[in-house]
């Protein structure tokens, strides 16, 4: 995507960070705690953390601007995260790799592990939204939210590409959202996965730009000439 082929305003454009926390991508956190577990499957959890500088510069491109920020945080039951037989009557593959891991188990409200990454930690007047689900608008009031604010585009970056960054592309693409994934600004767990997943979105859902093209569009777009 030509940075010139589209032209964003920052205050129709919204940034979301999705699910950049510490069991996700810290070297401490339940999932790289657990790589051995992953990698027997095929998934590397270090693959999030590399890409944390990329979307720390456009974190930082998007706050010059002035867009809306918006960090989702996706939290889960303590009590049912080893007995996901009572929600799924398929357990998917990658949730049984690390069923009866030791230790606490991850993103636990309120817990270190849930909290965003100090990479990419939200300053005050950012959005933080709890979730669910992969998606961050499924049962949130994230459309709500872009909605009051006149927003029309939202970029999306963090974790993990093919699962709740994937998931918040689709929702915000039926809700009429238009949709720019970070190519560089999204991780993937699974190598395999990570270009099909961009290729996915930019065939039918909007489109893929790597982060250096658009810290170009949001420099252009928060120019004092430009409002």
Not at 61 to 90: C, W, Y
Not at 133 to 138: D, I
Not at 146 to 164: E, F, K, N, P, W
């Amino acid at each position: 995507m030509a940075s010139e082929s589209l032209n964003l305003d920052p205050k129709e454009t919204a940034l979301i960070v999705v699910d950049m926390q510490n069991d996700f991508c810290h070297p401490q956190g339940f999932y790289a705690r657990n790589s051995d577990r992953m990698m027997s499957i095929g998934l590397d959890p270090d693959l999030v953390s590399a890409r944390i500088g990329s979307m720390k510069t456009l974190l930082e491109a998007a706050r010059r601007a002035g867009l809306f920020i918006v960090h989702t945080q996706i939290i889960r039951d303590p009590d049912s995260f080893n007995k996901v037989e009572l929600l799924h009557r398929i357990v998917p593959r990658t949730h049984r790799s690390y069923m009866d891991a030791p230790g606490d188990p991850p993103l636990v409200p309120n817990s270190w592990g849930a909290d965003t990454h100090d990479e990419l930690a939200p300053l005050p007047g950012e959005y933080v939204l709890a979730k669910r689900a992969y998606s961050s608008f499924y049962q949130t009031d994230l459309e709500m939210v872009l909605r009051r604010r006149g927003i029309r585009t939202v970029i999306v970056t963090g974790t993990v590409t093919y699962a709740c960054v994937l998931h918040t592309a689709f929702d915000a693409n039926v809700r009429d959202f238009d949709v720019i994934m970070a190519s560089d600004g999204v991780g993937s767990w699974a190598p395999d996965l990570q270009e099909p997943t961009l290729q996915i979105v930019d065939l039918i859902l909007g489109a893929v730009a790597p982060t250096s093209e658009l810290v170009e569009m949001l420099a252009v777009a928060g120019a004092p000439d430009a409002k």
